[in-house]
Each structure stands twice: as structure tokens, then as C-alpha cells.
């Protein structure tokens, strides 16, 4: 099956099989690519989040428009926890061509949902089957044929809505949320959940140990994902270009932004908008757009994915050394080359901070939640324009295309800073300016934008060598002088940038290095490794490059220090390596997850548990 | 020890804004003596000096190559962009997305536009970007000794004798085909022509793009070259004289209405189009097609303005973005107020 993770294999837990688990378990729904069960898995989910339960739900997807198989994870943790679990609790079995793997590899004691024409019950005795007449239970509800395919994942909402306790009135509410404008769509799916309802509590006894109950976990939080949350920020920061070309995992981005913006940045009489949204024709010409953009003034932005930053590189580096403004959201999946297009990755670090040809360094946000994204969203825009220069903001498929539970999104506290640029004003009253002179020996010169209505206000750009004064120069002195700023720049940054979360533990011996959306695994493992085996451990959380001093303080203050990262060759490893001080570098390990999937807190506790030699 | 009693040098001729030739100046070119590009850019000094352009206001952008440095070598008080190969289109649309009160005056070559950027092009051209595109065509790469480019002719030669045995890209075809507005060949030895195709250029609101046959005097001046001088000027092909009356200016020309069309550009300057040929007419796109294929059967090098559309909305309008440039547009206009952030967020709830 595509999620070859999943283990058979029953994991160490201290409670036993027949105790009653009460909001702790996840459920799996497997259904074909296509046939439109994004609807029953979002209302399922909400249904969980409405009875006051933290929820995370995770789609894992094929590069495929319709017929290949996709599966829908979601967690609800009493405790808050909202990394992926490789273990199923619940199988929800509607793809007959995964049914068979999909049941194998449960853990014993699950349970299983599925078109009892598929006889699954014949594969194991270790598992509850629930056999469900699906296409018996539609035809009443929904006479129009055409619709059936869709309102057929209905009914397993309904079932499980018995079996695990979610009242159906949640069921409906969440309906009413999702269809937003078709009471019709809500009436015909609702009596579709209710069919499904009724015909497990006439026909499917409960067994097993898994329920749902209502607490009070989720009382103001909101649900989104992660793109729709940068477009939030970017719009917030004042994002007035964006250019950008469709790459799976970042569409959504531009695509969130566009709706956003229509509706709150343009005037509803006039339909005249304060911002442009271009779909560019390729990569090239989506960052080739946003640096003449950010060059003239605007506060400018794309969104893509790895494939679309090689494309990007030549643009970057000019970006970076003409000392231009954008704003770049990489939504990393998994490669090298088209790789897994719509599986997680971290893997475009190492390739982003050093990204295009010759001395190159670039600034990174790494988000680890949809609030961050948010307000890194909003942080980008400020530095880009501060430090002139490209920033990337670090998102991935996981963050950026699932839904998240968060607490509301704070408004920006701080004004947009627009960086050192002077109008006219300000040039008449220094009498000029020279555009790469190192005026306040923090590496950042100033700048005038086109248009500037002053015969001092002009300078030429361009990519190749170029004195203070940026006029065209090959010579030594003048090469040497402008890199040394532009490190010195990269320096003031370093203190600049957000700085290392830190959570240390009394008595700990080891800390743990991550970043991005690694951490919710992390927060789980560290819980596991001190409930389960005694090992208090500490935590730094990176949220940028270039890496703040305080982070090689963490590794000076532990004797072991474990890099968790999704990428093969540990990105953030070997850029730790880089810049610690001989002396820390053997203390440094790494432990990766590259398979695809989301990482999750056992792999992670396993993998400390038997470097550290506790098993 | 003796006074040397230095003349006052003759006051210099201003013009509607009050400024100079001089001042429409850029650095020296660095370029080869002779070189068609430096007559494209005393052209481009001239009609900027002759219409009082205001320098500020003007952003001049350039790609990679000989064609590319041109934008150094005029209007030194305006803000300039050498960027990357061939791409100096999507730097022209952002720069003009950020403040649409900019006149951007691009200078490309026949291998920045036709080779590498030929996908930037295709898409400029497309948009209808209110821009001024011009490509100094000489059909080789000068800046790394002599390669053909795109546009060479099929059967020309190099400096050493080898034959281009590919077809060119007729880039004039090509942007009339895909939407640009304003589209003419010149010659850069055609002072006259030149100049009244880049004053009615400055006062269009679209895409206008001019391919000027600049010969390169190192690499591709010589016998077997179809963009030499002396090649260009024997098979030259005019469709018309174009002349120019600016918006300022209302002078009666006597010209005879049978064979001459005007146009109002979008400033209320006109363009006055004395046909050649009876049949021509610059508005419609099959015509200017037709005259383009015909010349190249006939080997010639047809010049003049071969089509103009006054009425198609720009990129800029499609957009329909705020009068002012988004730019400087304040915080207050571009962050919203925190009862948005709120209404969105309870949505989410």
C-alpha cells in the first residue's frame, strides 16, 4: 500500500486491551482518488473538533486525478497531540483495491468499516469488522444517480458517528459549515449520515474500547491549513504583487491569497484592487515578476514548491546580490526531481540557503504551525524589505495542505517596515546617495525606487560587479568590499531573524534539535521518552536561518544533541556541522524520516531510545 | 602668467520640461565604434528629449548581452535593470505590476529575445504590457564573438563561412500574432524612421515592440551577412513613411488624404502613415502578416509600422488595480483592519 510506514506491529503502550480509551485513537479512511470523500472526512473532522476534542486530519494523496488510492488520517488526543500516528484504530475500507493491505496491516484490536460486499472479515480474527450495505443504504437517499458517488461517504460518517459516540447534531452543524450556501447539499447529506446512523444501531453492536466523549479542548480554536494561513499573513503584511505558477503543494497558496484579497483588498463598487495576482507563464517568469516588483517599490511574493526553486535559482541569486526584496513560500514535497509530488518533505534547506551560483546565502523562515505561518507570513515581507534581499519562507505539504487545529491568529503588532528607502525629500537633503555604500556598518546600504521624482534619485541594478555607487566595476578591491558587506549584512540578519524555542528539562543529558512541522512529533516524543523509558530531554526548535547563536549555545550545553529532520541526508545537520565550533561537532547525530509521510512520535522515540543504548 | 578667456558655451535648447539635450544622456558606450546600438540609443535620447519625457519617470530594462548595456548608454537620471538572460520580460511586468506610472523602455537582442528568451517574449506580448520592447537585431551573438542567433537569416553566412541552415524567427510576425499593439521593424541607419517610430512608441499604451536591424560591425558587416549595412540598405522595403505630430504640437500637414492615414495615439499625439502600397493598412493583423511573409519570399527587409491597435486593453486595465502605484500605496490601504482578521478568524471556528 502507498503508506508503507504503517506498522503491523502492535506498539509498546501501558494500557491494556480492554480498557476503555476514551478520545485517543485515529482513524483511517481509505477511499479511491476522485470520488469526492474530502466532504464526509472534513465534517467527520469537525464533527470531533465540535465535541470540544483536539483533531489534526491528514490527507495523504497521489500525484493522480481520479482512480488511484488515497487515504484520509485523523487523530483525535485528548492530550493535544496532532502529529500523524502510524497506528489505526479505525479503518474506514471504501477502495477495494487497498481493502485487503489496508486490513493486514492493522494493529490487533482495531476496528474496520467496510462494503460488506468486500467479505474483509475472512482476512482476520483479531480485528471488529463492521460490514455496512453502502450502495443499499444510498439509492433510498439520494435518487439522482449522478450524485450517489459523492453522498455515499456520507453513511460511513453516520456509522461511525454510532460506534465512536459523535452526536448527530455535530454531524449536521458541521454540514451547515461546509455547505455553506446549498441548504440543499446539507439536507441530502445529512440524510445520508443518518442512514448510516440508524443502520449501526440496528444492525453493528459496539465492540472494542474506542469512544468519543465531549471535553472542553477546542473552545476559540480554529481549524485551516496552512497555505490559506500564509495567504492570511501575506495579505496582512500588505502583500501588494504576487506572481506565481500552479506546483503541487503551493497552489493553494496564490489560490487562498486570490480569494482573500478579492474579498477584503478590493473596492466592492469600483472593483478596483490595491494588489495584482498573476499566474505567471513558468517559475522563471513568476520570481523574474516579483524581483522586478519588489525592485520598484511593491511588496512582492510567489509561492512553489522544489522543482519550481531550481527553476527560480538564477533569479535568487541576482536577488541576492543586486540586493532585491520578494518574498518566496517553497511548500517543500518530496524529491529529488518531480520526486513524490504530493508527499511531505523537508528537503529543499540545505538547497535554499545557498541557493544559485557562486558565494550565496539567503534568509529562511522555518514555520513549524499555521499560526506561523501566518506570522512568519507577515515577518518575511519586513525582513525581505529590510535586508533587501529574497527571504523563503520553509513551508511543506503536510502544514501547508492539512488542516490544523490553532489557537486564533494574533493581529501584526508591529507597523510594516519598508526598509532603508529615500524619497526625494530625504535625497535633498543629503544631496545624493551612493546605492551599495555601507552607511550604518550593518551591511545594508539604501535605496530610492523608480519613480522617484529627484535628478539623485537614480542608480542602475544589475547582476554583474559593482562599486558602492552601482556602477559596473571589475576590480578587485571593489568585488572583495561588496561581498564583505553583503556578509556583514547576512551577520546583522543573524541577530535580526526569529530566534530558537526553547524547552529545557531538569536533568537532561541530551537535547533535541528540530524545525518546521517535525515539531509536533517532537512535543509527543519527549513525553513518551520521559513517561516511557525516564529520559528527560531538552528541545531547541530552529525558526531560521541563519541559525542564532543561542542554538550553539543548546549544543555546548548537552552532551548529545539529536538533529530530527524529514530529509535523507540531514539538511540541518550538516548545516549545523557547518557553522559549530570543532569541539561540538561529534556531539551532533541525526535522525531522519524521508518516507513520504508526515513523521510521527514513535519513529522518533524508537530512534533516540536505541542511539542513547536504552534497548 | 596668462588669462585664457574661456567662451560661454551656447545655451542649450530646453524643452517643454525645461531640460537639455544633455540631460537625456547616459554614460559613454563601451560598445563598438560604429556599432548600430549607439545610433538606437542617440534615437532613444532624442524622442525622450523632443517629447520632454520626464527622465524619473522612466525605468529602462535590459537583459543579457551587447543590446543589454545599451540602457547605461541613455538616460543616465533614469532608474535602470541589467537582469538575466532573456528574461527581462517578467522584470518589465513586475516593475510596471509595482507602479504603473513608470514609461518602461526595454532593450533586448535578437538572441536575449529569440533564443533564450523567447518564452518571456511570447508572453509579454501576450499581456499587452504597456511597454516600449525593442530589439537591437543583429542577428549573432556579439558578446561572445559571433555565434548565429535566432534571427539569422536561412543561407547567411559568419565571418568564417558557416551557413545558417535554420529558418529566423520573424519577431515582428510574432508579436502581432500573439497581441502586442504597436509593432514595426526599422533600420538603425534610418535616422528619419526610427525616430518617428519611438516618439509615437512613447505615446502608446500598450505593448509597442520595434525590431531594429542594427548591424553588428565586428562580427556580422560583411559579405554573406543579411544584416549588414550595406545588405540592409539595398533591401530595404519601406510600407510607408511614418511621421510624427507630438500632442503639443498642432502643425497642418499637407499631406494628400488619399494616401495617407493618421492616427491619434493614446496621449492625443498622431501618427500620420503615408502608404506605398495602396492595400496596406496598419489595423489589420492579416495585412501586416501577409507583408511580412511576402518580403521574406522576396528576401526583403521590410520597415515601417506594420500594426497598431489603439483599442485593446492593456495588462494594466485587465488588472484593474488603484490609480496609484501599489508601490507607495500606505499601510492603511493595504493591511486590513483587525475586525477582518476577526471575521475570518471566527469563520474558522
Redesign the interface.
Known sequence: MGTTDLAVKVASTTTSRHEKVINDLSIQVATVNGSGSQSANTVLLRSIFRMGIPVSGKNLFPSNIAGLPTWYTIRASKNGYIARRKEIDFLVAMNPETAEEDVLSLRAGASAVFDEKLNLQRLRDDVIFYPVPFDALVAPVCPNAKLRKLVRNMIYDGVLAKLLGIPMGEIHEALKQHFMKKPSAVDLNFNAARVGYEYAEKNLPKRGRFYLERMDATRGKIIIDGNAAAALGAMFAGVTVCTWYPITPSSSLAESLASYMKRYRMDPVTGKATFAIVQAEDELAAIGMAMGAGWAGARAMTATSGPGISLMAEFVGLGYYAEIPAVIFDIQRTGPSTGLPTRTQQGDILKNAFLSHGDTRHLMLLPASVEECFSMAVEAFDLAEEFQTPVFVMSDLDLGMNNWMSDPFPYPAKPMNRGKVLNAKDLERLGGFERYRDVDGDGIGYRTLPGTKHPKAAYFTRGSGHNERAIYSERPEDYVNNMDRLSRKFETARKRMPGPVLQESDGAEIGIIAYGSTHWAIVESLDQLRQEYDLPVSYCRIRAFPFSERIMDFIRRYQRVYVVEQNRDGQVYELLRIEADAEDIPKIHSIRHYKGVPIDARSVTDEIVSQEGKK | MSTTVVPPSPPQKLNRIGLGPSDYKGNKSTLCAGCGHNAISERIIEACYELGV????V?K?SGIGCSSKS??YFL?????????HG?M???????????R??ISIGVSGDGDTASIGV??F??LMRRNLPMIYIIEDNGVYGLTKGQFSATADLGSTLKNGVINDLPPIDTCALAIMLGATYVGRSFSGDKKQLMALLQGALGHHGTVMLDVISPCVTFNDHVGSTKSYSYVRDHDAPVGDVSYIPFFEDIVVDYDPGTTTEITLHDGSRLLLKKLNADFDPTNKTEALKILMEAHDKGEIVTGLFYLDTQKPNFMEL?????E?????P?S????P?K??DE??NS??
Open positions: 520626464e527622465p524619473h519617470r525605468a530594462l540602457p547605461a543616465s537620471t533614469s532608474h535602470g535593470f541589467n537582469s538575466v528574461r520580460p517578467s522584470i518589465a511586468t513586475g516593475t510596471m505590476l509595482a507602479n506610472n513608470l518564452g518571456q511570447i508572453h488588472l484593474n488595480f488603484v490609480d502605484p501599489l508601490a507607495t500605496l499601510e490601504s493595504v493591511r486590513p483587525k477582518v482578521l475570518v478568524m474558522l471556528k
